[in-house]
């Protein structure tokens, strides 16, 4: 069994920064890709970022050259740097697994709050 655990959701102002964090209860190195998605009230669950175990990225239009993601394999741990956040930013922020049987893992989620 996987475990995801998710930290660093927060309220913050608008034009403000946040870190989030992805700790996993196994080594990363597993699982084909990682990611990270978010979901806003009454809206479904969207793609925010992935990381691909050889380091390749992709993100959501709507936070390219705001946020970044990125991993520490050593720590079994995935990241999410999220700059100029905004109102619409405002979520909660799911830390996703895939491994290599293509199942998908999830944590339990942390709330991200921009205040305008």
């Known amino acids: 069994q996987v475990q995801l655990v998710e930290s660093g959701g927060d309220l913050v102002q608008a034009g403000g920064s946040l870190r989030l964090s992805c700790a996993a209860s196994?080594?990363?190195?597993?699982?084909?890709?990682m990611g990270w998605y978010r979901q806003a009230p009454g809206k479904q669950r969207e793609l925010v970022a992935t990381i691909t175990n050889g380091g390749t990225t992709n993100y959501a239009d709507s936070v390219k050259g705001r946020f970044t993601i990125s991993r520490d394999n050593a720590q079994n741990t995935v990241y999410l740097q999220m700059n100029s956040l905004k109102s619409e930013d405002t979520a909660v922020y799911y830390c996703n697994a895939q491994d290599r049987l293509r199942i998908d893992w999830w944590g339990q989620g942390t709330q991200v709050t921009v205040s305008s």
């Open positions: 196994t080594s990363i190195f597993s699982f084909k890709a």
